[in-house]
């Protein structure tokens, strides 16, 4: 199917994609301020820049875009264009988040990854929800969590591959 967009309004919509401060990290910093937790922001000392670092928890938050770092879920859809770019762009930020994933474990640091699937779409989770398995995971003692539209996970943390979409290939 053909691109529904002329090239410069597809760079400019490309352009458009924030990095930080992005409508789903508002809500759940919302979420986490209106119930009493207290965070800092991209905190640049730590592996990966977390979203939310909450240091009275020893605890990182990252919400991940579902294109971006390739999760296994029906909002993934590799481009049709330039696919291989594409591809490898992907392949690389998943490499570096489990890279991150995994400095981040050394440091005791314990990691929360929530997924875009699960804030927005069909299927979204509940706020309320959302909230309880927040706050369920940081009184809890598990160093990884994910959260996608399924729920609340504790994978072992060899096992964080296994949300991120085959047709990457990552091994």
């Known amino acids: 199917m053909a691109d529904v ?3 410069d309004q597809r760079r400019k919509n490309m352009r458009a994609i924030k ?3 992005t409508s789903i990290e508002v809500r759940v910093r919302k979420m986490l301020w209106h ?6 922001l991209n905190v640049k000392s730590l592996p990966g820049t977390p979203d939310i670092y909450l240091p009275k928890y020893r605890a990182a ?3 991940n875009g579902c294109l971006w770092h390739g999760h296994n879920c029906p909002q993934f859809v590799l481009p049709k264009t330039k696919t291989e770019f594409w591809k490898s762009k992907i392949t690389d930020n998943v490499k570096r988040d489990i890279k991150n994933a995994e400095t981040l474990q050394l440091q005791k640091i314990r990691l ?3 997924w875009e699937c699960a804030l927005r779409g069909r299927g979204r989770l509940d706020e309320n929800y959302m909230l309880i398995l927040l706050e ?3 009184s ?3 160093t990884l969590a994910i959260v996608d539209k399924q729920g609340a996970k504790f994978p072992d943390p060899a096992n964080f591959i296994s949300q991120i979409n085959p047709a990457l290939a990552i091994h």
């Open 35 to 40: 119930a009493g937790y207290r965070y800092r």
């Open 5 to 7: 967009h002329n090239k």
């Open 136 to 138: 369920r995971w940081l």
């Open 140 to 142: 809890s003692e598990k």
């Open 61 to 63: 938050i990252q919400i």
């Open 19 to 21: 990095s930080a401060d």
């Open 112 to 114: 929360l990854v929530i």
